[in-house]
């Protein structure tokens, strides 16, 4: 059995917020024109709906959430690569979600002959609302 | 004063009838008041294994160093899993026999021998022609000889066949063996056995296995490897009669470790298989691990022989059968190729060869 290490996943959201760019900007603000073949759409034009999602997209929330005691979580960004270009995003202005209410799901699914190869992924941001005892300040402890 | 280098020709035949073979040995610069000590290389060597051994025979592979740390790779459109790629330990710079005897004021002659896959019989008569050429060149010097591996029989074979040399008796002082197959080596028995082993590695990891290995199939299915297999006529026959020479400190050194490299593998990190909002999406990182159950590479093979067994053997010599009866026995915990390096053994042959310095006085 080859073990490639634990993942530190409060290391690696970091790491995810560092290496975030806001394509919606990149492309609307910076560069002003969004790449041929790519459909780029806001959150308001194309409501991400977890129905529409993929059921393993679906599974992996529904799972998180049920372990979380039924936290909200609301679907901020979608984005769908071909390739590692993207096809389809669904991003707005707004920056990722602060570290401790970031959330990620994602699917990759892949094709390889001789003479193509597919990679399709989807990956989908949003922001867990904490429920409404974990709001609440600390309850005083006994020195 | 140092002797200045001196080269010596020499001569030997295969027969009172036959042609003779000639050529010419250098006899390093060094301290007269020293012996000179005659360097003999194992199966399937050359000069090099005493005096550049990470030329040959190689395999001076650093498996003590630690792993290097995580590397990235970089951003990629697919997720990073699984095995980036299998390895061995990298090499470490290593220095031979004939260097650090020079170093210490010996002098030195090193030689490639004939025959090295083949039989003792024509080495034995090169060496037989070497020394008496030496003998005469160096009236008043005293030799002493540091052989590897198959290099101690020859010395021993040599020793037996000129006790009554009228040229060479009382002029060799010590004869030092170093990880020779004295008693045999079983592992040439289990042949097939190691070539079945060593084609199962390959089939897993691939062809590096020969990198590490196939110096291992070649040797021990040589002719001159079958010609030390326990139990062999040419062994029995060395061993009737043999008896120490007088004057003569016999001291033998045998390893322990079959280690020889580790496998190691750049596995992707669970990271590389998590897409990122970015284009591409994929961050992939490599961490270096040593392959379980498999790494060592030696070890992962079935405990066929004692050779090839942790604590008992070298790979190629087990240390029971790296000693002679009448010898000064010494134990090591190197395996086969590091007992032309080891530093830890280089103190203690320089220890021997020097702790009798007022005989060449």
């Known amino acids: 059995m080859i073990d490639p290490g634990r993942l530190d996943a409060t290391e690696f959201v970091r790491e995810f917020r560092r290496n975030y760019v806001n394509l919606f900007n990149l492309w609307t603000n910076v560069d002003r024109r969004v790449p041929d073949g790519v459909t780029l759409q806001t959150p308001t034009q194309k409501p991400i709906r977890e129905q529409d999602l993929s059921p393993d997209l679906r599974a992996a929330a529904s799972e998180y959430r049920e372990r979380r005691g039924g936290v909200r979580i609301t679907w901020t960004k979608y984005m769908r690569t071909v390739n590692g270009r993207p096809e389809e995003v669904i991003e707005d202005e707004r920056p990722l979600p602060e570290e401790s209410r970031l959330i990620s799901v994602s699917r990759t699914s892949t094709l390889l002959t001789d003479q193509e190869v597919r990679v399709i992924t989807e990956l989908v941001v949003g922001e867990v609302e904490p429920l409404q005892r974990e709001t609440q300040s600390p309850r005083r402890t006994r020195a | ?361």
């Open chain 2, 1 to 361: 004063m140092p002797e200045p280098v001196l080269d010596v020709k020499y001569s030997w035949a295969e027969s009172p009838t036959a042609g003779t073979h000639a050529g010419t040995v250098t006899v390093s610069a060094g301290d007269p008041e020293k012996p000179v000590v005659v360097l003999l290389h194992g199966n399937g060597g050359n000069s090099d294994h005493m005096a550049a051994p990470d030329r040959s025979p190689g395999e001076n592979y650093d498996f003590r160093s630690s792993l290097p740390p995580t590397r990235t790779i970089g951003w990629r459109s697919y997720p990073g899993v699984g095995v980036w790629s299998f390895e061995l330990d990298p090499t470490k710079t290593v220095r031979g026999w004939q260097p650090v005897l020079n170093q210490n004021g010996f002098r030195t002659v090193n030689y490639s021998q004939v025959d090295p896959d083949g039989l003792l019989a024509r080495p034995v008569l090169e060496l037989t022609g070497i020394v008496r050429a030496l003998v005469a060149a160096l009236p008043d010097a005293h030799f002493a000889f540091l052989a590897h591996s198959r290099g101690g029989l020859l010395l021993r074979k040599f020793l037996k066949d000129t006790a009554n040399d009228p040229a060479i008796k009382g002029r060799v002082a010590f004869a030092i063996t170093l990880h020779s197959p004295h008693g045999g080596s079983e592992l040439a028995t289990v042949a097939n056995a190691v070539n079945t082993a060593v084609a199962s590695l390959r089939s897993t990891f691939g062809s590096f296995v020969d990198t590490a290995l196939g110096w291992l199939t070649d040797i021990v299915n040589s002719p001159s490897y079958q010609e030390l297999r326990v139990g062999s006529p040419f062994l029995v026959s060395l061993a009737q009669g043999e008896a120490p020479v007088p004057g003569v400190a016999y001291h033998t050194f045998g390893g322990t470790s079959p280690l020889l490299t580790r496998i190691r593998s750049w596995v992707y990190t669970v990271s590389s298989a998590i897409p990122q909002w970015h284009l591409p999406p994929f961050h992939h990182r490599i961490t270096c691990i040593e392959v379980p159950v498999a790494s060592p590479i030696l070890n992962s093979l079935p405990n066929l022989t004692p050779e090839i067994t942790e604590a008992e053997g070298d790979i190629l010599v087990a240390d029971v059968r790296a000693h002679l009866s009448f010898s000064l026995q010494h134990t090591d915990g190197l395996n086969h190729a590091e007992a032309l390096w080891d530093s830890g053994l280089e103190a203690q042959v320089l220890r021997i060869l020097g702790a009798s310095a007022n005989v060449w006085g």
